[in-house]
């Protein structure tokens, strides 16, 4: 087993409402929160905190509460910020949705997480509306945030100068947050995460991320992913910083915006990472302010981060984990330069790591000098999920007695403690750090009249970043080219799931019991 070189933190037992915004000083309820990145306006830390309990106390008069959960369709914007810190204000559950889900998508993780109502932005309502009465949800309990008729606005309920709700949860094991993710299997699961998790995550991180009151913090990855959720979302507000919300990704305006918001902290993916370092346009913008970049939620290349590094003249830091773990274990924290870019730094504080043999299964030493040997990485602490809804068996495959939490990534551990994730050994592929279930696309294309047999896997492009394979077998004679099986995907799928590499095969490599043989496909892929 090895742990954090940092101390104990202490990890307060409030609900992340209290925790965030329950200690703010006079003068840092002057300072500014959200940034429109767009548009410039601004909410100060009195204005949020006022709207975030006009949510809660709306919602409550409408019988919102503990028990509640609560969809949220939208992208990152000031009124994102408000409306999730009201609904849990409210004691109620946010599920968070990606904004470029199809109906089916969403229709799917409001049945499964129980959702009774949602809350969406008008451009989104078509889709939305579809999903959320197929799933049972009336248009009274479908908010649209910047109102249309029939369905109450963000204004109504901001205007209904309800008084704030009073509320009691235990943190340690009320549901705040259902973000999905396949972990090591599979279909999509709700992880459920407690106030103490997302709480927990925020100690643990703040301290070695380094994000200060003086900072801009570039908020372009989505906030309804867990990476945006903690270390956005936040630990930015917990810091005090001001958030620059970025509803959609351009690159073109995220250098804009840097430049002209003076953005000093910015959190990246590692294709962002790519453009920043070879784009030719990053020399016609002002990037002076940035002092450091976080690339995390999928592997950075160590020669990438250090180009990066060179180009902006600033500081770059690795975060590696998992939504199952809220999300944060690794970092290179700021004041640890002369850890390996290409590693992911350092285990976070109150968190137990153990490595072990996918083969045996024995636990693989820390070495005294050197690297040890690669094994799959355990994690254990206070950040890690209650489990996933309505799925126990799901929770105890990935969860042990002891409590570590199986993250199906291979890793190696120095001597000092510093984690390299080497593989990945369950079946997810991330492409720009969003997560596919290959299982989903490889039912899709067997819907297809002209396949007989699909495979997926992830495989690097030329810049070295994941993206979707399918490996296909066609029915005798059929001319289906690769254009027609992407096509085939891309109408049905949100944009990250598309399949970006196709390859025809005679057969599927299976093993005895018809499971797919996804190694067989990726060393053939690496001979290649
Ligand atoms: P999920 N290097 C390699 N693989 C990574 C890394 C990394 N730095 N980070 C995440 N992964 C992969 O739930 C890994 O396979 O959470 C892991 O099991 O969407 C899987 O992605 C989890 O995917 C931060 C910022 C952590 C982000 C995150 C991770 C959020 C991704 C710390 O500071």
Not at 50 to 68: C, H, M, N, S, Y
Not at 130 to 158: K, M, R, T
Not at 193 to 212: E, F, K, M, P, Y
Not at 351 to 369: F, K, Y
Request: proline residues 6%; aromatic residues 6%.
């Amino acid at each position: 087993m090895f742990t954090s070189p940092y101390a104990l933190v202490e990890i307060p037992d409030l609900s992340i409402f209290d925790y965030l915004f329950g200690d703010l000083s006079e003068s840092e309820l002057d300072r500014t929160a959200v940034i429109d990145g767009f548009s410039g306006a601004t909410l100060s830390y009195r204005t949020l905190v006022d709207q975030i309990t006009r949510v809660a106390g709306a919602l409550a008069e409408k019988g919102v509460g503990p028990g509640t959960v609560i969809g949220l369709l939208c992208p990152n914007t000031p009124e994102f910020t408000a409306v999730f810190h009201g609904i849990l204000r409210a004691g109620a559950t946010v599920t968070t949705l990606n904004s470029l889900y199809t109906p089916d998508d969403i229709q799917r993780q409001l049945d499964d997480s129980g959702a009774t109502w949602l809350v969406t932005i008008s451009p989104l309502l078509p889709g939305a509306r579809a999903a959320a009465h197929a799933a049972g949800i009336p248009n009274e309990c479908i908010v649209v945030i910047d109102g249309e008729p029939g369905h109450p606005s963000l204004a109504d309920l901001l205007q209904a100068d309800a008084a704030a709700p009073i509320v009691t949860i235990d943190p340690a094991t009320h549901v705040a947050v259902l973000p999905y993710s396949s972990g090591t299997t599979a279909a999509p699961k709700g992880v459920m995460l407690s106030h103490r998790n997302l709480v927990a995550n925020v100690q643990q991180a703040r301290d070695l991320i380094g994000v200060v009151p003086e900072d801009k913090v570039l908020a372009l990855l989505p906030f309804y992913h867990i990476y945006g959720m903690t270390v956005l979302l936040n630990l930015a507000f917990k810091q005090r910083a001001a958030l620059v919300t970025m509803a959609r990704f351009d690159f073109v305006e995220f250098l804009r915006m840097i430049q002209d918001h003076r953005c000093s902290y910015v959190f990246i993916a590692p294709p962002i990472a790519v453009a920043v370092a070879k784009h030719p346009l990053v020399e016609s913008y002002d990037l002076s302010s940035v002092h450091t970049i976080l690339s995390g939620a999928a592997p950075l290349d160590g020669a990438l981060a250090a180009a990066v590094a060179t180009r902006l003249n600033c500081r770059i830091l690795q975060g590696y984990g998992m939504t199952e773990v809220s999300p944060v274990s690794h970092l290179i924290p700021i004041d640890a330069l002369h850890l390996s870019r290409a590693s992911v730094g350092v285990t976070v504080p109150n968190m137990d790591c153990r490595l072990v043999s996918t083969e045996t299964g024995a636990e693989i030493e820390v070495p005294e000098s050197g690297v040890s040997e690669p094994g799959e990485l355990l994690v254990r602490g206070p950040n890690v999920m209650l489990g996933y809804l309505n799925n126990d068996q799901a929770t105890r495959e990935t969860i042990d007695a002891d409590g570590f939490l199986h993250t199906g990534d291979i890793a190696t551990v120095s001597a000092l403690g510093e984690v390299t994730i080497v593989d990945r050994s369950k079946e997810l592929i991330k492409y720009k750090g969003y997560q596919i279930a290959p299982s989903e696309l490889e039912a899709l294309l067997l819907t297809h009249p002209q396949i007989a047999d699909a495979a997926v896997i992830g495989v690097a492009d030329a810049d070295g970043q994941e993206i979707p394979k399918a490996f296909v077998v066609i029915v005798a004679e059929s001319a289906l080219t690769a254009d027609e099986v992407m096509t085939f995907v891309t109408e049905r799928v949100a944009p990250h799931k598309k399949v970006r590499a196709v390859e025809f095969i005679d057969r599927i490599p299976k093993s005895a019991s018809g499971k797919i043989l996804r190694k067989d496909l990726r060393a053939q892929e690496r001979a290649a």
